[in-house]
């Protein structure tokens, strides 16, 4: 039955003729849905995600910074090792920059700026970064064995060989190349020539007689105990092994091709040490009163590139 076109309701108000009075009345409420189980479960796998990344960001951050920085020290050495040290200065410092606290960085940087000739402070700063190393790793022997070799450019030769000392301490007992190293910084120095000697014929026992660097100390220590001709004989054997050894470096590169900036880092320090065989048999010449040989020889150590000033002594 439609509503009536015009009435009162009780209280004597009009009702419109279009209304019919059930809006008025309160409508009940419909009950919430409940989420599924499959919503909660989804809501709770997303909240423990978002704990979980909040949690594991910085570690995360942490060990890509690592990562990044452990690709530029290895770059580094690359490029140290195909002669490209300005490469391998700017790659140590990007790595350093990003993990301050490695220690192989700063030994790895202090090597580069020992060879660093383009600073006059090169030396100094070699030395502050070995510190550095040595500091995060105390225990570590080939930093003070390389602490002893900077030191010995700075020319603080009893020092050099306190740290040969300490490497030696830390990792018993002393090999044939730490005896022939503390022996050869003595020879430097002119200290305790006769213990220097021990060493070194027991870093020959040792290596049986087959390092030309050993041999090299010992005629270089009988030259400064006035013994020369056993110095001689020391030096001639001395050069003999060490020009057979860059020969077969040189042949062996036939069979695995070797790029030219790796050659040239390869051959540098067969060359270097040669330079010193051949001053130190030329000094040798000079006392014997054999002008003309140790003319030759001084001559050819300083083609090779003797030079006290770049270590090569």
Avoid: C
Avoid at 52 to 66: C, I, S, V
Avoid at 124 to 142: C, F, G, H, K, V
Avoid at 229 to 238: I, V
């Amino acid at each position: 039955m439609p509503p009536p076109e015009s009435t009162t309701d009780e209280h004597g108000f009009p009702i419109p003729k279009d209304f019919d009075g059930r809006d008025a009345r309160p409508q009940p409420r419909r009950p919430r849905t409940p989420p599924s189980q499959k919503a909660r479960r989804w809501a709770a796998v997303l909240i423990a995600l978002l704990m979980l990344g909040a949690a594991t960001f910085p570690l995360l951050k942490e060990a890509g910074t690592a990562i990044w920085a452990r690709w530029h020290q290895q770059r580094s050495e690359q490029r140290y090792h195909s002669d490209d040290l300005p490469g391998a200065l700017e790659d140590i410092e990007t790595a350093i920059s990003l993990r301050s606290d490695d220690a192989v960085s700063y030994y790895l940087r202090s090597q580069y700026r020992l060879d660093d000739y383009t600073r006059a402070d090169h030396a100094q700063m070699s030395l502050d970064d070995i510190n550095r190393a040595i500091e995060l790793e105390p225990r570590q022997p080939l930093f003070y064995e390389f602490r002893s070799r900077v030191l010995q450019r700075l020319g603080r030769y009893r020092e050099a060989i306190e740290e040969i000392d300490r490497a030696i301490d830390l990792a018993p007992p002393a090999t044939a190349m730490q005896l022939n190293n503390r022996a050869y910084v003595r020879a430097l120095g002119k200290i305790d020539l006769k213990e220097a000697l021990d060493d070194v014929q027991e870093s020959i026992r040792l290596d049986g007689g087959r390092s030309a660097a050993s041999l090299d100390t010992r005629g270089y220590l009988f030259y400064l105990l006035e013994q020369y001709e056993p110095a001689l004989d020391d030096m001639n054997k001395t050069i003999v092994l060490a020009e057979r050894h860059r020969q077969a470096t040189i042949l062996g590169w036939e069979d695995s091709p070797v790029e030219a900036g790796e050659r040239t880092f390869l051959l540098r320090p067969l060359d270097q040490a040669l330079a010193v065989f051949y001053h130190h048999r030329g000094l040798i010449h000079e006392k014997l009163e054999n002008p003309q040989q140790a003319k030759a020889d001084l001559a050819h150590g300083d083609k090779l590139g003797y030079d006290p000033e770049k270590g090569v002594w």
